[in-house]
T-cell receptor, first 117, second 113 residues
Framework: AQKVTQAQTEISVVEKEDVTLDCVYETRDTTYYLFWYKQPPSGELVFLIR??????QNEISGRYSWNFQKSTSSFNFTITASQVVDSAVYFCALSLISNFGNEKLTFGTGTRLTIIP | DVKVTQSSRYLVKRTGEKVFLECVQD?????MFWYRQDPGLGLRLIYFSYDVKMKEKGDIPEGYSVSREKKERFSLILESASTNQTSMYLCASSQAGGDQPQHFGDGTRLSIL
């Protein structure tokens, strides 16, 4: 069975500091996808990034960057120069292909990030 | 932009009632999902549907059923609500294909008294 672990339940940092959110996953499948979602106080989950298991290139998007390492089964998320608007709950998720070829996500328990002004 | 709309933001019901949570998406997505979100447990999949009139159990289907009569609408049904079903319920939709991101509604916070 697949599993996603986000060991950091809550993190607080002062604005403009860098912060890394950890994600470790378990799966026996060789083909899978990893996702990060953001859930601001309003409640709606917002898709941030997708990575497939064959692409270990790191990705940078503005202040956000992601480090995918198959050797350690990790997909960590770093926010550089954090801002108050980054305060949210962040979820890491793993997607396997179900019997019918459709996506089924397994979520971690989330990390609540608070940026202190 | 994809829009996933859940019929109620907040809902209060009584133990034993039959409860319907409705979800509508406007992007012609094949897949639709129902999750519940509880503190410390993250999101857990209740049911999902990959086509009209098709459904598949998720990780915690007990006490729930679903209906998908039209492609854009996916209903979650609590046959006889119990207090342990008090939770935040999230609906999502996606295109077919394992690499497609899911798009979420705002959630329904359901309280069973």
């Amino acid at each position: 069975a697949q599993k996603v672990t986000q060991a950091q339940t809550e993190i607080s940092v002062v604005e403009k500091e860098d912060v890394t959110l950890d994600c470790v996953y378990e799966t026996r499948d060789t083909t899978y996808y990893l996702f990060w979602y953001k859930q601001p106080p309003s409640g709606e989950l917002v898709f941030l990034i997708r990575r497939n298991s064959f692409d270990e290139q790191n990705e940078i998007s503005g202040r956000y960057s992601w480090n995918f390492q198959k050797s350690t089964s990790s997909f960590n998320f770093t926010i550089t120069a954090s801002q108050v608007v980054d305060s949210a709950v962040y979820f890491c998720a793993l997607s396997l292909i179900s019997n019918f070829g459709n996506e089924k996500l397994t979520f971690g328990t989330g990390t609540r990030l608070t940026i202190i002004p | 932009d994809v829009k996933v709309t859940q019929s109620s933001r907040y809902l209060v019901k009584r133990t034993g009632e039959k409860v319907f949570l409705e979800c509508v998406q406007d992007m012609d997505h094949e897949n639709m999902f129902w999750y519940r979100q509880d503190p410390g447990l993250g999101l857990r999949l209740i049911y999902f549907s990959y086509d009209v009139k098709m459904k598949e159990k998720g990780d915690i289907p007990e006490g729930y059923s679903v209906s998908r009569e039209k492609k854009e609408r996916f209903s979650l049904i609590l046959e006889s609500a119990s207090t342990n079903q008090t939770s935040m319920y999230l609906c999502a939709s996606s295109q077919a294909g394992g690499d497609q991101p899911q798009h979420f509604g705002d959630g329904t916070r359901l309280s069973i008294l």
